[in-house]
């Protein structure tokens, strides 16, 4: 029933305030993150019916998960693996911001795609997102990632992959093999600027990035980003637009990319043009930037209030 | 007895740390504000004797606003209506602030002239402020504030009308209509320039602003504000003066206006010349900008402090 | 789709920590409470589809209500009045526990049975709940109760009062004659011994209490509480069963009689004999009793884990 | 123009929450105490028209002893010495309660009585209470405290003093003789029995130790309190009165001693009989023992409430 | 150099506030547990030369172990494997305590006795404590513990076997293999009655359990510890000697059962006899259940402090 | 056994959350401070071997400054003075900062040098820190501190020197001859620009204010920091070094200066070069500046950080 589905790992993050150390912090705040869970919890604030489809572990911590997506209105569509366990990463923002993982060994990283697409009603769904950070977890998630992307596809789903490269999960090489395979079934791709160049090798600008990427892998529409430079995306018709980042507080940028990417689902699902899409996408991540935490409560309200906010400045 | 009187509601604001959400924020930050209180705290932090007199309900809200009151030596000469309610607003900030008033149906929107006059001692008081929020509330409101403007300026003090507008509570036209027959009672006459030209039509810059009301209602002075660009004052003998705004943190901007009339205020009874007024009201709306709930609690050495932190920069 | 629908008034709920008064205290925890929100909860932890109907404002207030209720994963089937306000009250505990309400004049106080009926399915519906307060909010509501009620039961499903007598808010006559109505129309009728005996006359003890009530309105289970000293519940067919509460931390009494009530109902859905449904409310509520906020996250794991601390003591 | 004017040094506590250790807290609690804030701001919750008298140093925390003061509608009557600090004390609450003091060389220490009678209007006030703590302070503060018990009952005041015996701050047998001095001029003397006996060698039951202080200082009431086992009061009419302690949740019981005194004295000054007063000091004392911090903001509904508690176990 | 060398797991326990869910708290706090380190951190604050010995994984979760140890004066002999989590728990205390493990795969669970004993200055260590819960950890862990009791006693160390069984990490059968290895080369032994009779079939009284165990394994003390009734020691010489459990506040008992061992360790390394030990012991374990968290920083003071307390009652 | 022995009092600090004041903080952060902490905890984060020594007060904060130090790595080389208090200081930053110090007549005021130089193993250490804040402290201190520099330098330690001029504690012209009697045995030497024309009357750039220095005490190396604008060193070889600060978010920045001077003392200790020395202490500054506290908990990775996070801006 859901016009969203969004497949990748829920993650419990755990961070002391900005300014405080884990090795001396006697109380933390508890998020739950990860890029699927951002996309349709930034896309279910803009009206989108959005479900997340994924494999976890069991007890509190993926109770935690199933509840906060609940509460920002997204399904919870989770196999509980009762031996698994859920992944956890931790972040410090002190002199620059660290962030240590602990995310080995889940359910995600042996999920095959028949679990996971047992989790997601494809006739029903309008659009699949999936994460490339899903490759990323293992072997048997490294063949199910592209996998899911073309069975997707192929029931009529439009297709969305956002690279997400970590670069302390895997090496460049493996990445750049496995976004491969998964953005020859999308119909969307994204794309940091800095990971296409570290990544696939793309090193010229963000317009030649996205215009290299949409024909190569005959996408409807590549977006690449640029942080606080903005966006560009090139679309299949030979057109690109462009989008300069917003202004606003920063208070914590994790999930600021998925926010974004969020809400250009939000765009094209509501059948705006790619321009508009980037426009929300902008006002998304600037909100995303000034909430605490990874996930981005967003209303139409949010995002106008976010761009007036430009002008007064 | 106070040198002092502020008029207007009192209110319980409630609002999560800035980058978190009402909607999902287990823990509220509870703070007293309201332009009255706001003005008499920081007219007291520099050694006005000073109160608020108000309308309000019964029950722990209003023991809060008395007890805060009194904490920065404000007198609280409020009536207490068994069956009324305390006005709360609510107020989050993440890409954008919002606020979300519950103040319908208080006492001080049926309250009379003579019920709140009754609350203050015209013959002890110098000076008398009245909130432009005041004929927002209601009816009876309407017809109340510029009755107690006109009767303290008939007693003999200096009367204060600061306009505050509030596009949540009426339309410009009704504002437009109270700010004069307040305006007309009034010694000094403050208005935001934005609030001038979208209530009052006058779009012109911050100096024609002061000097057409400072001529239009015969006031002492008219001071036009211009938020990060500073203030203007025009006063009766011809001159005007004017006011950059000082720098520093942004934690909070809500009571800065408030924090810079009460400042003004505090100079003018101390018999300052309007420049220095403006120049008191520039730095304590920076140390209100710095501080956290709509309450400034001034000093003399806090105002040099700010005023010596610009130099350092 | 929900086998349990709870109609009553959502509220929210602000107090400081216990020992702390909310005069003093700069900050407050913001809970979701109200009758018919805390049935659902407990129902919904213990496996049962539920919903919650009822007429709120809107704003912020409303938003937490609905992501509250969600992330306990019952579905709010909410009308959002746009210029209505939100229900609140606020609670304190130093010597004693003292509560006052701000929940006047909300949409719940006008709503009628035909505006909530629209929230409910009632074809789909088992058991609906009707919380005892809700005639105490308006002439409106109190027409509305009943009928709701009457509605419900003629629709096939199995119908819950609990009375839930409120001093607060209306007298003991109006409360009586209410009750009555709603009565004549529930399977299942629930009263604590104290309001029986306050509103009802009933002085008897539990027993005679419940089987009164059930043979007087025909009743599947009438059900006497009795705060510490445990629960009677008199049966149709001329049974009657008793249960002692539980032990166990208490750290915030307020909901622990709605949790008894959810868990009391979710065994009843399960086709539990009403000895067992009892059991399951008294365990309920000495979760309840040890959780902090109005509502109690419920699950037959924390059933079992308080029945079997009693036998540790 | 108070009716009851307390003398006693205001001090800081710092403290982390239960069950944690300074040593490790990150997070320290801030209150105002001191036995004579305590008393005061007790009297004032019930209605009297209250002062604190003193000598403090300056800076910040002598700002937070006055705004807290009259938060609590106490007017701190304080000499600020710009030279001298400010007292101190830290407690930590794990297995049993630790005191950790930091007043050595406060202003207190060497007022003088002229000094501190300054702060006071002996002709308005009714009733000067002066702590037993003031001698232990120092050496002019040992000839200071029976010199302003003994000005404040010519000037026809009634005057109380608590003994208050500290074991940290000074020797039996040095309090002893200040006591001593102390009760000459005091109409009503209170002391715990524990220190009736470790001091002044009063070994036998509370009664006894009443009633010979009675005597012996022709008191109107000697009041000697038990802790759990409540209070005992005789009179200069040879009567004697005796009120249980009342249960209630113990969250801080520092400050609890001086509640009951406080209580005490505005049932006195109500004009209510010594059993009344007992039983007020009692009730005040229970709400003081729920209460975070020393200083117990009371009103005569908490005395009621906790009185009604008592009922319901 | 250290007296006391403890060999067990570290941990990180993140835990809501008691009355709080895991899966709505948005805050958590964080503390050090693990028995080893429980039981070092007693002694160390009971004046022992302490160390903790344990092969850990990397990253910040690392840094707060080394940095929690060394603030209670425990010096963290730690191996830290660079590619090895740092095993977690999760405690939520509402009607009941429920624990949550996620320590799977951690470089305890692979160390090997040469690992390990590389930490370990057995020349100069005069006791050796190794925690029961270490061979439940892994196949290799099963083989390390009783080696590295035996290579302690060779190296004429006094050597502590407590059994702490977990029935969440194995089964009684395998429980009991491993604690006879070890018991067999442990000089004093300790274990909880409930585990002696679930583990070890010893239904029979704590004497009989400790006068068993005692002469089972030829060790100088075997202790059989009662929660709420105690603790009973049977030793070499024949001779028993029963404590009662101390009375005084609950806020977190786990730790509390490590901080009795510590105490009698420490006990026993200053010479003191069993019963002193015992003594110690159970004031230890009353510190622990009125201290959050794991560990109980101990002091003569704090033990002094909990046994007055009891006297007072 | 120490590399680093620093020397100067530990102090307690309190302070609320940035944008509250003391006075009405209800809760107030407790940090471990003091120029002499503060450097020997920036440099064990850097991997040396440091350690405090100072004479301090007794009880719960001085065990709170030990059990600091000891979880930063550093050794509490602490005489305590049973009937000493510990030194405290107050901070608020609003719209400016201000600090209220209530450090007077402690144990650091008194000692002599024979009793700090028995906390220092002179033999054993490579560089000994002395703050220029001893001799501010107390006629004793002003002796011992340039006695305790000799001392050091003729064990054939490093001497490092730091002005940290306190306006509130001393007059210029005592300063400048501390400074002085201090230099006179110094090898490094640091004092801030401001520091040097307030006191020295150095009024000439940092180059020459480097120079000066170097040349009139035959230092090794002269540092000159000049906050914002970055630091300079004078060599005793006739180079200059000039470092620029580091960008960074500023929330607190008590303790940069010295953390730049603990990361120069590490670097030096590491045999590296002087403008190395300068580049890791800018690093660690702007470390400091993001960090709560006075103390900074640095790493190399940290260091590394801040410098790459300069490049993406």
Redesign the interface.
């Known amino acids: 029933m859901s016009q969203l589905v969004a497949i990748g790992e829920p993650l419990i993050r755990?961070s002391p305030?900005?300014?405080?150390?884990?090795?001396?912090?006697?109380?933390?705040?508890?998020?739950v993150g990860g890029a699927a869970c951002n996309v349709a919890v930034a896309a279910a604030g803009l009206g989108v019916d959005a479900a997340v489809a994924a494999s976890v572990g069991a007890?509190?911590?993926a109770?935690?998960i199933?509840?906060?997506l609940?509460?920002?209105?997204v399904r919870p569509h989770l196999h509980r693996d009762p031996d698994g366990?859920?992944g956890?990463y931790?972040v410090?923002?002190?002199?620059?911001r660290?962030v240590?993982y602990?995310r080995?060994?889940t359910p995600m990283a042996t999920a095959t795609p028949d679990e996971l697409l047992a989790r997601v009603d494809l006739d029903a769904a309008e659009l699949v997102y999936v994460s490339g950070i899903v490759p990323a977890l293992g072997e048997a998630a490294r063949e199910a990632a592209p996998a899911i992307v073309e069975a997707a596809r192929a029931a009529g789903c439009t297709t969305v992959v956002d690279a997400n490269y970590r670069g302390r999960l895997w090496q460049p090489e493996a990445a750049a093999e496995a976004y491969a395979a998964m953005f020859a079934h999308a119909d969307i791709i994204a794309i940091a600027a800095r990971d296409a160049a570290a990544v696939l090798g793309h090193t010229g600008d963000a317009v030649s990035v996205a215009e290299t990427l949409c024909a190569e892998y005959a996408a409807t529409h590549a977006i690449c980003t640029r942080g606080a430079a903005g966006a560009v995306a090139a679309s299949a018709d030979g057109s690109t637009a462009t989008q300069a980042a917003l202004d606003?507080?920063l208070?914590?940028p994790i999930g600021a990319g998925d926010a974004f990417v969020g809400a250009v689902c939000a765009a094209l699902l509501a059948d705006h043009a790619i321009d508009r899409a980037l426009a929300d996408g902008a006002?998304a991540a600037?909100?995303a930037r000034?909430?605490?935490g990874d996930l981005t409560?967003l209303s139409p309200?949010?995002l106008t209030?976010?761009a007036?906010?430009q002008i007064d400045r």
Chains 1, 2, 3, 4, 5, 6 share one sequence.
Do not use: K, N, Y
């Open positions: 755990l305030p900005a300014g405080r150390q884990i090795a001396t912090a006697d109380r933390l705040d508890s998020h007890g509190p911590l109770d935690r199933a509840a906060t609940r509460a920002h209105d366990r859920v956890c931790w410090e923002a002190v002199g620059s660290r240590h602990d080995a060994d606003g507080p208070r914590d006002a600037a909100v000034a909430t605490h409560p309200a949010a209030g976010v007036d906010a």
